[in-house]
């Protein structure tokens, strides 16, 4: 059970001052010496007193806590919540989810309308943008309002549940490149992810440990959606074509990554013989395709769960909490989406039962290669008797 919460009279008494001194120090009002605000602000950290609202709290009945997330319609996102719904429901907090499809404006004032409504704590995917003021998540801070973000905010001392989405982007190239692919492009995802630069910065990573040559074209401003994917997909490949094709394509996220798929088919590019494709995040939906689907897997019910554990503990705890790192593992799981960049060497005009099968085991894709390469011989000498074939 949560104990008794610090109270103003409590924080006056720490810091030496009056009540309207802490009171004008909580809302930025009044003349106070510096030397007397730093000592108010640590009192408030130590004794972890959060302001309320006394009418509204004394009549509540129930507790809550809110996720931020930035898309209504990714999939992603529900596996977040659920992780999140299934540690603070059983400790009988009421969930509220927001979106703030992206924008910042739209942020700030669901930012500043949960604060104000007294919910209890605030676990946020930041929206991030190199211009936006981003002072409601510090007024935060500065009021202790317990807050976990999902994504890290530079100069944000506040708790942070994540993957290390640089190292899990490098390895996706890495994977790859061990296939033999050398020319690889990125289609990055939008600019107010912070993941979105840290997949980015994987993709130079995996390029800076090898022969090949990194350059702007590499990474391709894309999106997060499935529209964006196959936008992106027909503009790359419908304009490239023989030597100057990727032949290899990680992509922000699985939505981007189907999107793609779909473009590369109606271009009647085969993946993976024509195109290898690599998403990121491990939507349920992934294993199901056509051609399933390589990716990196996130821990989204995990992060979820645990980002509603530190929050809770946030709220909870009668002494200042000091911010929390949890940097859960991203896997990259490989399925039928990639292969060896031999394989695009391989003729379109090939009958389809020489096509290489994206389910087939090991042994049999080597059984097809070779069929193949006597097709490839046949072709050269008609007059040859017919290569002999096993099973």
Not at 11 to 22: H, L
Not at 243 to 271: H, I, M, Q
Not at 345 to 363: D, I, K, Q, R, Y
Request: aromatic share 4%; hydrophobic share 45%; net charge neutral.
């Amino acid at each position: 059970m949560p104990g008794t919460r610090s109270t103003i009279s409590d924080v006056a008494t720490r810091a030496g001052v009056s009540k309207a001194t802490v009171s004008a120090v909580l809302n930025d009002t009044g003349a106070v010496s510096d030397a007397t605000r730093d000592r108010v602000l640590a009192a408030i950290e130590l004794l972890n007193y959060r302001p309320t609202q006394p009418p509204r709290r004394t009549a509540r009945r129930h507790r809550s806590i809110a996720v931020l997330i930035k898309e209504h319609d990714n999939p992603y996102y529900a596996e977040v919540v659920a992780g999140v719904r299934a540690h603070a429901e059983g400790l009988g907090y009421t969930l509220l989810v927001v979106s703030s499809e992206g924008a910042y404006d739209v942020e700030r004032r669901a930012v500043e309308l949960l604060r104000d409504k007294d919910v209890d704590g605030l676990i946020v995917t930041p929206v991030f943008d190199e211009h936006a003021d981003l002072s409601h998540f510090f007024e935060l801070k500065r009021r202790n309002f317990p807050l976990v973000l999902l994504e890290q905010i530079r100069g944000l001392r506040s708790s942070l549940v994540d993957v290390d989405n640089v190292e899990a982007s490098r390895k996706a190239v890495e994977h790859l490149i061990a296939l033999g692919h050398t020319r690889i492009v990125h289609l990055a995802g939008p600019d107010y992810s912070m993941h979105s630069h840290e997949r980015a910065e994987g993709v130079r990573r995996a390029y800076s440990g090898t022969r090949h040559i990194f350059t702007d074209d590499v990474i391709v401003p894309t999106g997060a959606h499935l529209a964006d994917g196959y936008r992106a997909g027909l503009a790359l490949f419908g304009a490239a074509a023989g030597a100057d094709r990727p032949t290899a394509v990680t992509c922000y996220n699985d939505l981007v990554a189907v999107g793609l798929l779909r473009a590369l088919a109606e271009l009647g590019l085969r993946v993976p013989h024509d195109v290898s494709v690599v998403g990121f995040d491990d939507l349920p939906l992934c294993e199901y395709l056509p051609v399933p689907l390589t990716t990196v897997q996130v821990p989204k019910f995990k992060m979820g769960e645990s980002a509603a554990q530190l929050l809770v503990r946030h709220i909870e705890s009668r002494q200042a909490v000091a911010p929390q790192k949890i940097s859960l593992t991203a896997t990259l799981v490989v399925r039928g989406s990639t292969a060896a960049a031999a394989a695009v060497a391989a003729p379109a005009s090939l009958p389809p039962a020489l096509g290489l099968s994206v389910t087939a085991s090991a042994e049999r894709r080597e059984a097809l290669h070779d069929a193949l390469l006597d097709a490839r011989r046949d072709d050269r000498n008609p007059n040859a008797a017919p290569a002999t074939r096993g099973a």
